[in-house]
């Protein structure tokens, strides 16, 4: 699967973004997406992952309530949009694709190491 991620960007505490995550080359309904982040000087970390169905989404503690991830697979997308944006949400975001079509329609992963395919990331900035 290659991914393509857009849609980052620099904005002022409080904006908002939607980033999106478009897939090609395998059968895009096969695969839980996720998406991570990695600021300067830190570990990678789970944002949010969406089962291959759709019907399972989960967060990371610091974006659960925020951050709303879904999925068109018409299109191949997965889009993640961003409210409510901190100074501690600048990051590259990068979007990342499961095969989890045999695992259950829930099955989603926020551990890194299970998704085998990951876009090039995009740029979010906040400014305070």
Known sequence: ?????????????????????????????NYAFGWFRQAPGKEREFVAAISWSGESTYYGDS????????????KNTVVLHLDSLKPEDTAVYFCAA???????????????????????????????
């Open 63 to 74: 974006v659960e309530g925020r951050f709303t991830i879904s999925r068109d697979n018409a």
């Open 1 to 29: 699967v290659q991914l393509q991620a857009s849609g980052g960007g620099s904005v002022q505490a409080g904006g908002s973004l939607t980033l999106s995550c478009a897939a090609s080359g395998r059968t895009f309904s």
């Open 98 to 128: 499961d095969f989890t079509v045999h695992s259950g329609r829930h099955y989603l992963a926020y551990d890194s190491h299970e998704y085998e395919y990951w876009g090039q990331g995009t740029q979010v900035t906040v400014s305070s």
